[in-house]
């Protein structure tokens, strides 16, 4: 049996405002909350993964890493510079404006986070 991850929930301060920034960043398409599930807002990441993000009263935040094609990669590190959002090439420090160009899982990476403490990573080769 092949097991794929099909959805991950993501919680936020405001789903909504987490789903627009995730969607903004990365590229992907913002639909609104989910037709029959209101209190999610659903990011269709690929064709086998959708973040759900659900607004809680005290956010945790999760660490989420991505594995990119190196256009997709500097595609989103041109739409970060381009809004100002930090990011860094530290998990603990998401915000020093580096890229690592010695990433242990691929060539280059980098951290950005969300408002909820949400904290994304990029991996290209």
């Known amino acids: 049996m092949t ?3 099909n ?7 405001d789903n909504d405002e987490a789903a627009r ?8 398409p913002y639909t609104g ?3 029959h599930a209101r209190h999610f807002v ?3 990441v690929n064709d086998a993964l959708t973040l759900d993000f659900l607004t809680v009263a005290y956010p945790q935040g999760h660490h989420l890493a991505f594995d990119v094609d190196a256009l997709t990669f500097d595609s989103i590190v041109e739409r970060l510079d381009a809004r100002e959002i ?4 530290q998990p603990a420090h998401p915000d020093n404006g580096r890229v690592d160009h010695a990433h242990p899982l691929g060539g280059r990476g980098l951290y950005f986070s969300d408002s909820s403490g949400n904290l994304y990573e990029l991996i290209a080769p």
Do not use: N
């Open 3 to 5: 097991i794929t991850l």
């Open 7 to 13: 959805h991950a929930i993501v919680t936020a301060a």
């Open 21 to 28: 920034f995730f969607a903004s960043v990365m590229g992907l």
């Open 33 to 35: 909350p989910h037709p």
């Open 42 to 44: 659903p990011i269709k």
């Open 86 to 89: 930090p990011y860094g090439d």
